[in-house]
């Protein structure tokens, strides 16, 4: 069946730009989680909803960034003002409900310049 | 918070050997103990979990054991092949919060 995609697989901004990163999750899973990946580390964890209702974004490492999932399926990760530390592969990870396991989409890498 | 420390960082072995990763939690609530394979430019793949009330777990030539009072888990890989060359990443998680990911291994098999 279809997986947990991700669009755009690869995003470059000028420094200052704002991006929107989608995730779309495996039907019928009502969590959804967003992670920062650096080069060479382990995902990081950012963001979690379960449905629509966003219950832990304490992960978020500034006010730039802004997560979403409006109707409870597709989700939004939003980076204003664009810095380069903010460089990573960005996944998107969903899952039947927060006890169940976590499967990812492949990621979105944004290089910030 | 939680924090999960993982060794190797590099794991070398010659095809059709074992390999074992160990990984250690710091948060005696965490539950859940997942391991996942992430290969160049993928996302990462989940590859077997356990869950704290239970000891051991099994899937073919992967298994992962865990100890609740020293608080690590390990995952050993056995008859290596050259398709698990990858990084494995191991991660804790209790409750309703995200993940917390080891630094990963980077396995390397030899032929």
């Known amino acids: 069946g279809a997986g947990v995609s991700q669009s755009p697989r690869y995003k470059v901004a000028k420094r200052g730009q704002d991006v929107a990163l989608r995730c779309d999750p495996i039907?019928?899973?009502?969590?959804l989680f967003w992670y920062q990946q650096a080069l060479g580390q382990g995902p990081e964890f950012l963001t979690y909803?379960?449905?629509?209702?966003?219950?832990?974004k304490s992960g978020l490492p500034s006010d730039r960034f802004f997560a979403e999932r409006p109707e409870g399926s597709v989700s939004t990760l939003k980076i204003q003002r664009t810095q380069q530390e903010d460089s990573a592969v960005y996944l998107c990870?969903?899952?039947?409900?927060?006890?169940?396991?976590?499967?990812f989409g492949p990621g979105t890498r944004l290089t910030v310049t | 918070g939680e924090n999960v420390e993982q060794h190797p960082s590099t794991l070398s072995v010659q095809e059709g050997d074992s390999a074992v990763i160990k990984c250690t939690y710091s948060?005696?609530?965490?539950?859940?103990f997942p391991w996942y394979k992430q290969e160049l430019g993928k996302g990462p793949q989940l590859i077997i979990d356990?869950?704290?009330?239970?000891g051991e777990k099994k899937d073919q030539r992967i298994a992962v054991t865990l100890n609740k009072t020293a608080k690590h888990f390990s995952l050993h890989i056995t008859e290596t092949q050259p398709e698990d060359s990858a990084v494995y990443f191991c991660?804790?998680?209790?409750?309703?919060?995200?993940?917390?990911f080891g630094k990963g291994t980077h396995l390397i098999i030899q032929p």
């Open positions: 990870a969903s899952s039947f409900g927060e006890s169940y396991e976590q499967y």
């Open positions: 039907s019928g899973h009502v969590s």
């Open positions: 909803f379960q449905n629509e209702a966003q219950l832990d």
């Open positions: 948060d005696s609530a965490s539950n859940y």
């Open positions: 356990i869950r704290s009330n239970v």
């Open positions: 991660a804790a998680k209790r409750g309703a919060d995200g993940l917390t």
